[in-house]
């Protein structure tokens, strides 16, 4: 975990761990619930007050009133309490209020304006705050989210992967596509990173899975909907544990560490390592080459007026290349990312070349 986490001022245990119903519904839910999650663990309760609804007419959540009964609910059991803001208005009733930390959904990252105007807002003042994950896999943008608010002079920052809105993506409400977190975490290695497997899964049996793979990726915590009757919740009922769910799944997750082990397992690692240093260098030769004879292909079309692309070739190579790869265990969907990478490099050169004119 990284150590900034642990000097935010709230409590740390096993991890950064966030938990709480999608929205505030009464006192008596917050209250209770607070209660239910207070027996240890919890960094802060999570309630959503201004709720961000695809189509209106669906609960928006309870305003301001949300807030008090948050604060009743610290104040009854010393939990740290967090909610959403979207705009100035939100993140000042919850400076009013006091609260201990504060989150950017991910209709608001998406948008750089409200990003920057919530920064605005908190220009001056020494609150924690997460970042959601804009609705798209577009690292930059969530970089520059997190970068808007750092410019206002916020150090306590971390983010937060709750997946991405895909219309391939059938298993989740939001795909998990770990490749973009963890190029976040690559770019800006000191920002905690939290993963929000509640969003992602969009229903209670995937979460358990999705948190473990979190951990297993070095994730520093999680936020997670917890709700005392999630069938009844007003919102995203399919996806809210109950808060003896919600313990038992904590129990049972394993957290790794990034560094450890004994000699003898550092020696085989270093060894296998090495070996994939090796394997990484010839793959890197090899694409060189093929980029070469991309090249001069891309020559011979041009001479010819023959179009870059050939969709018939094209169709040809990812069914010989997804055949042979998966004949050597490969996945389908790897060989598949692969061949589209080298085949989108591949246009560009030949395209460079086309333009350019040839040297
Ligand atoms: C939420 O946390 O309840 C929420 C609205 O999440 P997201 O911004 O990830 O959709
Ligand atoms: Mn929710």
Redesign the pocket.
């Known amino acids: 975990m990284k150590t900034n986490i642990k000097e935010w001022g709230l409590p740390v245990d096993r991890m950064f761990l966030v938990a709480g119903p ?2 505030a519904e009464s006192e008596e839910q917050v209250v209770s619930t607070a209660r239910a999650l207070a027996r240890g663990g919890v960094s802060f309760m ?1 309630a ?1 007050i201004w ?2 609804r695809t189509r209106p007419g669906s609960f928006e959540g309870v305003g301001e009133a949300g807030l008090e009964w948050m604060v009743k609910a610290r104040e009854a059991t010393g939990l740290k309490i967090g909610t ?1 803001v979207a705009d100035p208005s939100h993140v000042e009733a919850c400076l009013t209020h006091n609260l201990d930390i504060l ?1 950017v ?4 990252s998406t948008n750089p304006f409200s990003m920057q105007a919530i920064a605005d807002a908190l220009q001056g003042v020494d609150i924690p705050v997460l970042v ?1 994950n804009p609705m798209s896999a577009d690292v930059g943008l969530w970089i520059g989210a997190i970068e808007r608010l750092a410019n206002a002079g916020l150090t306590r920052l971390g983010a ?1 992967h ?1 997946g991405f809105s895909s219309k391939l993506e059938m298993r989740y409400r ?1 795909a998990p596509n770990w490749k973009a977190p963890i190029e976040l975490m690559r770019r800006m290695p000191d920002i905690p990173m939290l993963c ?1 497997p ?2 992602i899964c969009g229903r209670r049996d995937l979460i358990p899975a999705i948190a473990q793979e979190a951990l297993d990726l070095l994730f520093d915590g999680l ?1 997670l ?1 917890v709700h005392l009757d999630p069938d009844h919740a007003l ?2 009922a399919a996806q809210q544990l109950t808060p003896a769910c919600f313990f038992e799944l904590i129990a049972t997750l394993n957290l790794p560490h990034e560094q450890g082990g004994d000699s003898a397992f550092a020696q085989s690692l270093s060894a296998l390592r090495e070996e994939v240093d090796d394997l990484d260098e010839r793959l890197l030769k090899l694409l060189s080459e093929r980029m070469d004879i991309v090249r001069k292909m891309g020559e011979l079309k041009v001479a010819q007026n023959v179009s870059t692309f050939q969709p018939h070739r094209w169709q040809e190579i990812v069914r010989d290349r997804v055949r042979k790869g998966t004949a050597l265990d490969l996945s389908e969907h790897v060989v598949m990312e692969i061949m589209q990478s080298i085949h989108e490099e591949a246009i560009r050169q030949q395209e460079i070349r086309r333009v350019n004119g040839v040297e």
């Open positions: 999608c929205s999570r959503g709720k961000p959403e989150w959904g991910a209709r608001t959601k937060i709750r939001n929000d509640s969003h936020m909907e919102s995203d």
